[in-house]
Structures are given as C-alpha cells and as structure tokens.
C-alpha cells in the first residue's frame, strides 16, 4: 500500500485498515512458528503498511486536536506559577 492511497482513506477506513494489518502480521508470525511461509518478505512489507496507516491516523488526530485548540481556547495570563508581573517574589 503506497502512502498516497492511505492518505485517500477514511478514518473509519483507516481503523479497519489498521485491525486488518495487524491480523495479517498476528497470522503471519503464527505461520512463521507452527509452519513454513511462502514469503518472508511479507512480514515486513505488512509492518511498513501497519506503520503507514497508524501514522496517518496519529496525523488525522493531531491536526484535528489542534485545530480544536485554536479555534475555541483562551490562554491565561502570560506569567508562569509563582511569578509575579513585576519580576520579584511574592
């Protein structure tokens, strides 16, 4: 799965991506144990793929968290605990 076609995929569709990989990869390192893989090269192909739908996802959830943040939020006073304005102790 090449990075373009993750970034086409819905966040629902990411979610199931990302069940579906990680069972492929549970059954894989199963067949690995109990009998013979045809292609070893999958094992890595599929982590690669799992890592690409999981970095999307954490992408998605970034930006909307801070989107969330920059629309609605206030900060408080510029100062930092303990800290008058004026600079000196309390």
């Not at 999981?54 to 969330?68: F, H, I, M, P, Y």
């Amino acid at each position: 799965m090449k990075p373009a076609e993750v970034k086409k995929l819905s966040t629902d569709d990411l979610k199931g991506e990302a069940m579906r990989l990680r069972r492929e990869l549970f059954d894989l390192r199963c067949q690995t144990t109990t009998e013979k893989v045809a292609d070893n090269s999958r094992i890595g192909k599929t982590r690669k793929d799992l890592a690409r739908v999981l970095t999307e996802q954490n992408a998605r959830k970034s930006v909307a968290t801070k989107g969330a943040t920059t629309k609605g939020a206030t900060t408080k006073g510029a100062t930092t605990k303990g800290a008058n304005a004026s600079g000196g102790k309390k």
